[in-house]
């Protein structure tokens, strides 16, 4: 069938080829049905393509300039931000197409209305936008996974996969990490106040401990990761952050950072990662002090699929799963793959398993569910 003819009868699907015992649509609704899922894939390829404007915006800080106020023309945002009037003409009528800029009544000036000012300035949100790049640069890596069953280590992905990572992150935690989670914790924001050790492990480039250092001035932490680069950034980013003397960053497994009886073992979307994480919540266990709290932030999912399936953030977290936590999972040893959308039952599982008898929800967001364990 070409690609510009609508199906004929024998081109349809029969009751045997749906999955799940689903029912045909009668004949005369199928062209129709088939018509609107192409309209619907269409819109998801915009939605792509805006994606990759919003991050070309990003880079070359149009946003920013955009929302200094007064509507602005091409040649006055190309001379704000040094780039050419005849690509930021085209950048600029796709935003108004996109729906996120108001072109004014003489249809030569461009405004950014107040609250997608407040969204596409937000680093963490256009970060986001940077994650489908990442797993589009990652496409036959990934691809080549999937035919050999091999996994692929975090340090494989494209950097752009570490930034979006960070950026995406950072706003989570400085949303949350301070006001909600420490405080939902068993006394722990008490320890942290009057000065504790806490051990991060997948730190990543450290936005969580540094966050933690800035607002617990008692404490000291220690970030730990496999990936050597992220660790270089994050020292970087503890220096710039003057709290580096209070926060060092080191490369390690999960298996073998000091054990220094921290009165605090963080897991910020890393847990899941991992090949073995049954055996790195034992090895907390051994690593905490006797009283001491291990914390799991993971994505936020439903136990079962069908109910997962109306998470509004499964279908990214899914695709995130598929392209960088599963397949890092599997590249280590054990390879129990849990999945970024693990649910709660196998994350409370896997730290029974290794040993951990009381385990709360204490918080949740819309991205988000936090775990607290106590041995
Ligand atoms: C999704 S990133 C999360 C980074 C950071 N916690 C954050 O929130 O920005 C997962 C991190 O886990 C690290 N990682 C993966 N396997 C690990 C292991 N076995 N031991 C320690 N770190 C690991 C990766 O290198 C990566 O930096």
Redesign the pocket.
């Known amino acids: 069938m070409s690609t510009h003819e609508l199906p004929t009868d024998q081109d349809l699907p029969t009751d045997q080829d749906l999955p799940g015992g689903q029912e045909l649509p009668t004949d005369r609704d199928l062209p129709a049905e088939i018509e609107q899922h192409a309209l619907e894939l269409l819109g998801q390829v915009s939605a792509a393509a805006t994606t990759a404007m919003i991050v070309l915006g990003d880079r070359l800080g149009f946003y920013h300039s955009l929302a200094e106020g007064d509507p602005m023309t091409p040649e006055r945002l190309a001379e704000a931000t040094g780039t050419n009037e005849r690509y930021v003409r085209e950048w600029l009528c796709q935003q108004a197409a996109a729906g996120l800029l108001r072109c004014e009544p003489d249809g030569g000036t461009f405004r950014l209305p107040p609250a997608w000012t407040v969204v596409l300035t937000d680093p963490a949100l256009t970060g986001a936008c940077l994650n489908p790049a990442g797993m589009f640069r990652d496409l036959e890596t990934v691809a080549s996974a999937f035919r050999t069953g091999e996994g692929i280590p975090?340090?494989d992905h494209d950097p752009i996969v570490f930034e979006t990572?960070?950026r995406f992150?950072s706003g989570q935690f400085r949303a949350h990490l301070v006001a909600d989670w420490i405080p939902a914790l068993d006394g722990v924001g008490e320890r942290l106040s009057q000065g504790a050790v806490v051990a991060?492990?997948?730190?990543?480039?450290g936005?969580?401990p540094i966050m933690l250092a800035q607002a617990f001035p008692q404490s000291r932490f220690f970030g730990?990761?496999?990936?050597e680069p992220?660790v270089l950034v994050a020292r970087e980013r503890a220096a710039e952050a003057g709290v580096d003397e209070r926060v060092g960053f080191e490369v390690?497994?999960?298996?073998d950072y000091p054990r220094n009886g921290y009165a605090l073992i963080t897991f910020?979307?890393?847990f899941h990662?991992?090949?073995d994480p049954v055996g790195?919540a034992g090895y907390a266990r051994t690593a905490l002090a006797a009283d001491g709290t291990l914390v799991l932030v993971e994505p936020q999912a439903a136990d079962d699929l069908e109910a997962n399936l109306s998470n509004p953030a499964a279908p990214i977290g899914y695709a995130a799963s598929t392209t960088?936590?599963t397949p890092?999972s599997l590249s280590?040893p054990v390879g129990l793959a849990l999945g970024g959308q693990a649910g709660e039952r196998r994350l409370r599982e896997a730290l029974a398993e290794a040993g951990f008898s009381r385990v709360r929800r204490v918080a949740d967001t819309p991205f988000n569910m936090v775990l607290e364990a106590r041995q």
């Open positions: 975090w340090g990572t960070e992150w991060d492990i997948g730190t990543g480039r936005a969580a730990f990761d496999v990936h992220s390690a497994t999960c298996h910020f979307d890393a990662d991992l090949g790195a960088m936590c890092n280590q």
